[in-house]
Nanobody
Framework: EVQLVESGGGLVQPGGSLRLSCLAS????????MSWVRRVPGKGPEWVSA????????YYADSVKGRFTISRDNAKNTLFLQMNSLKPEDSAVYSCATGRTGLGDDDHWGQGTQVTVSS
C-alpha cells in the first residue's frame, strides 16, 4: 500500500526554520507529483506546495511563497519541505500527499507531523 511517513516537525520560534521530510513507499515515487498540505483544527486542509515528478517545477501557496522550498530526492523516495521565516500562523499538522493539490479523492496523505511556531 501507499505509505507516506513525515518527520521533522517540532516546536520552533517565530522566524526560525524547520525541514520536513516525507519518506514514500508503495508506489512509483519518481513518477508522481507530490504536495504538502497542512491542517489546523477547525479549518479545512490548506494546500501548501507541490513539485513535479522530476523536481523541475515547484508551486507554492501565496501564504508561504518566498519562505518555503519544496524539493525531492527521487533516489531516496523522499520529499522535503524547507520552512524558513516561520510564523505562528504556519502552525499546523503538515502532511505530504500525492498529486498536484493533495486534495483529490485519489490522492494519498501521510499522517502528518506537527509544526508549532511559538515564542
Amino acid at each position: 500500500e501507499v505509505q507516506l511517513v513525515e518527520s521533522g516537525g517540532g516546536l520552533v520560534q517565530p522566524g526560525g526554520s524547520l525541514r520536513l521530510s516525507c519518506l514514500a513507499s508503495g508506489f512509483t515515487f519518481g513518477s508522481t507529483v507530490m504536495s504538502w498540505v497542512r491542517r489546523v483544527p477547525g479549518k479545512g486542509p490548506e494546500w501548501v506546495s507541490a513539485i513535479s515528478s522530476g523536481g523541475g517545477m515547484t508551486y507554492y501557496a501565496d501564504s508561504v511563497k518566498g519562505r518555503f522550498t519544496i524539493s525531492r530526492d527521487n533516489a531516496k523516495n523522499t520529499l522535503f519541505l524547507q520552512m524558513n521565516s516561520l510564523k505562528p500562523e504556519d502552525s499546523a499538522v503538515y502532511s505530504c500527499a500525492t498529486g498536484r493539490t493533495g486534495l483529490g479523492d485519489d490522492d494519498h496523505w501521510g499522517q502528518g507531523t506537527q509544526v508549532t511556531v511559538s515564542s
